[in-house]
Nanobody, 120 residues
């Protein structure tokens, strides 16, 4: 079983930036599609971004396009989410997810999440 641990969250002012990290242990993520989801209080968990294990193809939610960048470093078994021009609406717990080789399938492993708060 793979274990996922997110980090990098915190409090940031609107317009600021954060980089989230997700370190996997117990197994490699080299052959797995990886995802970032987020969940705000009272809302369901929504997909933010995904990346394939082979060619690095990425997919973003409309709200994240142009502001967020998902990337991976397979040698470090780590997934990243660079978040720029953050807005209060981005406030949520951000979860790392590991799936199959396809972005068309939902993750089957989850981290516990890291809190991102955007406020002045």
């Amino acid at each position: 079983q793979v274990q996922l641990v997110e980090s990098g969250g915190g409090l940031v002012q609107p317009g600021g930036s954060l980089r989230l990290s997700c370190v996997a242990s117990g197994n490699t993520i080299r052959y797995s599609a990886m995802f970032w989801y987020r969940q705000a209080p009272g809302r369901g968990r929504e997909l933010v971004a995904g990346i394939t294990p082979t060619d690095g193809y990425t997919r973003y939610a409309d709200s994240a396009k142009g502001r967020f960048t998902i990337s991976r470093d397979n040698a470090k078994n780590t997934l990243y989410l660079q978040m720029n021009n953050l807005k209060p609406e981005d406030t949520a717990v951000y979860f790392c997810g590991r799936g199959s080789a396809s972005l068309g399938e939902s993750p089957n492993y989850w981290g516990r999440g890291t809190q991102v708060t955007v406020s002045s």
